[in-house]
């Protein structure tokens, strides 16, 4: 039995990392997928406080979002997000559920298939953001991490700390924040490292005509992978209405480049990505948001 815990260790915690809790680093929202998380630093959603919780300060309003995206064949990410704006910074609430679908169990090595099992995670996000003055924000978030393979299932808890520069140079973005920095409960007495890593983020926004025009980049170095991560991405739109993205992971052959669009109207937001996936299958998402007033 302890062969095929370790066996199921293995195959979920490796999909996309060296570290554990991969999931937590995969890329949930829509838009922030389609450009290779780049997207988090220019497009202020409910979603970025995964990242930067800095991002979220200054929205106004309150918003609520779903999003869905297919992954590793049987496997998706489901996600609910609601965002509110206190008047001294805004709160935010994300629930992502990831769900790895089934896989062929064996309690020896063997070609026969003896019986299968599903892993899933669950992550609730907590985060705050407010506005220092007109150039500066910071934001940190809470995080209860629910792990479950089988039969056996572990709890754990992270914190992300940010902080986010806009316009110090009309129309630069910088961005700073620490992700993941927490602890998890032991799996079958196998302790598991969360994904630790320190991000920096870089953009640049500008307008022609109708059309604006969005360009970034980002680094993560992950202490567990002892790697550097490095992401560009961009945004094209019209009137703010009409949205093409695209993002490449320049480290990540597996997994290298993203694009896709999103349509604003009024206060309704919806947004598709496709990611290239080559282990796994390709992945596809689609996310509705709505802004209340």
């Keep these: ?66 999003s869905y995206s297919s992954y590793i064949e049987d496997g998706y990410f489901s996600t609910f997000d609601i965002r509110n704006d206190l008047g001294f910074g805004s709160v935010v609430l994300n629930i992502d559920y990831f769900d790895a679908g089934d896989f062929e169990g064996r309690y020896k090595p063997s070609e026969d ?37 089988e039969f056996v299932d572990a709890w754990g808890y992270s914190f992300n700390f940010g902080v986010n520069s806009e316009n110090l140079i009309d129309g630069l973005l910088l961005s700073v924040y620490a992700s993941d920095l927490g602890s998890m409960d032991k799996l079958e007495e196998k302790a598991t490292d969360l994904p630790f890593s320190i991000n920096f983020g870089a953009g640049y926004n500008f307008t022609l005509s109708d059309f604006g025009v969005k360009l970034g980049a980002e680094n993560r170095y992950d202490f567990e992978d002892e790697d550097n991560y490095t992401k560009i991405g961009s945004e094209v739109s019209w009137q703010n ?6 993002g490449y992971r320049i480290n990540n052959e597996g997994m290298p480049f993203s694009v896709g669009a999103g349509f604003n109207f009024y206060d309704v937001k919806v947004d598709y990505s496709f990611t290239q996936f080559d282990d796994f299958g390709d992945v596809h998402g689609i996310g509705v948001s709505y802004l209340i007033m």
């Design 113 to 149: 298939q003896q019986f299968s099992f599903g892993a899933s995670n669950l992550m609730m996000n907590l985060g705050y953001g407010y506005a220092l003055n007109d150039f500066f924000a910071i934001g940190v978030s809470g995080k209860a991490i629910y792990e479950s393979i």
């Design 241 to 246: 209405m009409i949205f093409l993205r695209g």
């Design 1 to 66: 039995m302890k062969f095929l815990i370790t066996l199921v260790c293995l195959i979920v915690l490796s999909l996309n990392a060296d570290s554990g809790l991969a999931f937590l680093k995969y890329e949930r929202n829509p838009m922030i997928s389609s450009t290779a998380t780049v997207g988090a630093l220019f497009n202020k959603t409910s979603q970025s406080a995964n990242y930067n919780p800095a991002f979220v300060s200054g929205l106004e309003g309150t918003e609520i979002g779903l």
